[in-house]
């Protein structure tokens, strides 16, 4: 936990645990980074007395087996304490034999991977090491299927979804659909506020916002009729600015999660994971974003209010090398641009 009196203390700052495990462990790719390892990277970042608060999980092995039963779950939570730590979102793995856009078979499959999600993030909350937090989804929809029919695909996925929503409720959990360019129905702002709008629950099912996923967005990556910003675009700040100011103005509503990252504007994939957002180290000088003054599009409201929509944010750096993840500059240089973010527009509670 954080062992100096900052001058805010929410949102609490997470790291996510799933850039050890995404985009690598498949043939092509490095080998993934076990969950002790990475909380242990985690645990030993510490800037100016300031540590990370927790973590996000991924709930797929070899980190955290969707079918974990309750004893190791309870020693998963002890571990966890045991650094300082609670738990806040948990990632719902339903791409690996479901899709909330495929045939009956694929569409249980991938309600079944939300039901197990809502029983540890349920279980979890009850142990008392997981405060606050969402289930995290998405369509596991090739865009290029989707695109087949746009109008069906989106009512289908919104179907599934709106079925995983009264799972949900049962487990007293909310879901958050995260807005990649790779998701069949999420690959755009307007297509992304479609679906949700299709599903109707903003009570239970909102949105996602990582800060290196939602820039493409704006610029019409996999959607180029949405593209928000001149085709002409130079990265001039008053054409970002309206791009974002309109970006966030149709998302921001539904955001109930996100992720602090940054991005070069280039889509990556690794492994077999499909090409998205490339996330950037928090230093990276070719990052696109101001971190601690782009957060602010989400994390406060048109008229510049601190929303305290959110308890937590989590760093989101996906598909980084091993050697990178290994060093612990790496993590200090994180946790300085969270602390910034939370200066910036975090609140005392």
Known sequence: MSTIQAPNNYPKLHNAMWPGLVGKGS??????????????????AEVNGVKFDGVDLF?????????????????LADKIRAK?????????????????????????NWVTAVRKACRIAQELRELGVRPYGVVRIDSAAP??????????NTKLIAKTFKEAAKVAKDHGERLAAEGEICWGAMHSWKYMVQLLEEVGQPRVVGFQADMAHTLLYVLGYNAPEHRIVPDKFNWEPDKFHTAMKKLTKALRPWTIDFH????????????????????CLATDPKGKLNIARDSAYWMRDE?????????????????????????PQTWNDILTAMIQVRENHGWRA
Request: with cysteine; hydrophobic share 35%.
């Open 84 to 108: 300082g730590f609670v738990v806040g979102s948990v990632v719902a793995p339903v791409w690996f034999d479901g899709s909330a856009m495929g045939d009956e078979t694929k569409r249980a």
């Open 260 to 279: 602090v990252a940054q991005n070069d504007a280039t889509v990556k994939g690794s492994g077999s994971h499909d090409n998205t957002g490339k996330h």
């Open 143 to 152: 865009v290029t299927e989707w695109d087949k029919d746009p109008k069906g």
């Open 59 to 75: 709930l797929y092995d070899p980190h955290v087996s969707i079918d974990i039963d309750d004893d190791d779950l309870k020693s």
């Open 27 to 44: 043939p092509g790719a490095e080998s993934c980074i076990d969950l002790d390892t990475m909380l242990e990277l985690t645990a030993q």
């Open 303 to 327: 008229a510049g209010k601190v929303t305290k929509k959110f308890k937590h944010v989590c760093w989101d750096g996906c598909m980084f090398p091993n050697e990178v993840m290994m060093k």
